[in-house]
């Protein structure tokens, strides 16, 4: 019989090792993330960084960092594919990012944030994301370069953590395909 889905078979052969990994070149994006209460979604944002060629991976405040098993089950082992670092204090981080010419780009719902989708990014960028509750702390929405948000349709306001970073990485890695 002929499948037309690739069986998981086929998509793990075709898979790079943990060796492999480090020689395919990364998108020059970065996820700064502050106080996230679930371990699964902090799983879930590594792996999607994976997916999507992230550099790196800066973990602050109560976010859950490797190894932890419950980590793990969300992650599927993108958190060794995925550089990160963890750091208590997020401004710490975002001070350094910045001083090393990165651009910050806070992903909130804004006075002065610009669609995602019709903004102009420079690269390389670490987009900030927060708290599932409160999101990220006005100390470190000062520090960022561009306000982004994604754009809502229905009744709800808002997406989960995990979702909205997934939405982030890729379109920053369609804008920097675009340009290179």
């Known amino acids: 019989m002929n499948f037309i889905k690739r069986s998981n ?5 075709n898979r790079p090792t ?11 994006v970065s996820i700064l993330i502050e106080d996230i209460r679930s371990v699964y979604n902090v799983g879930s944002i590594f792996r ?8 790196k991976i800066y973990l602050s405040g109560i976010t859950a960092f490797p ?11 993108s958190e060794e594919s995925v550089a990160w670092e963890y750091a208590k204090d997020p401004i710490v981080l975002a001070k350094r990012i910045k001083s ?17 989708f019709n903004s102009d990014i420079n690269f390389p960028i ?11 702390s006005e100390e470190l929405a000062e520090l960022a370069d561009i306000h982004l948000e994604i754009s809502m349709h229905g009744i709800k ?3 989960n953590v995990s979702v909205a970073a997934g939405i ?10 675009l340009n290179n």
């Open 9 to 13: 078979d086929d998509l793990k052969a």
């Open 18 to 28: 943990l060796k492999e990994v480090n020689f395919i070149p990364k998108v020059p």
């Open 48 to 55: 999607t960084a994976d997916s999507f060629g992230a550099e």
């Open 67 to 77: 190894p932890r098993d419950d980590l793990h089950k969300t992650a599927l082992g």
């Open 100 to 116: 090393e010419g990165v651009s910050l780009a806070l992903i909130e719902q804004t006075k002065k944030s610009q669609d995602i």
């Open 126 to 136: 670490c987009f900030i994301v927060g708290n599932e509750v409160d999101g990220v």
């Open 157 to 159: 306001q808002s997406l």
């Open 168 to 177: 982030i990485g890729y379109e920053l890695l369609r804008k920097y395909k």
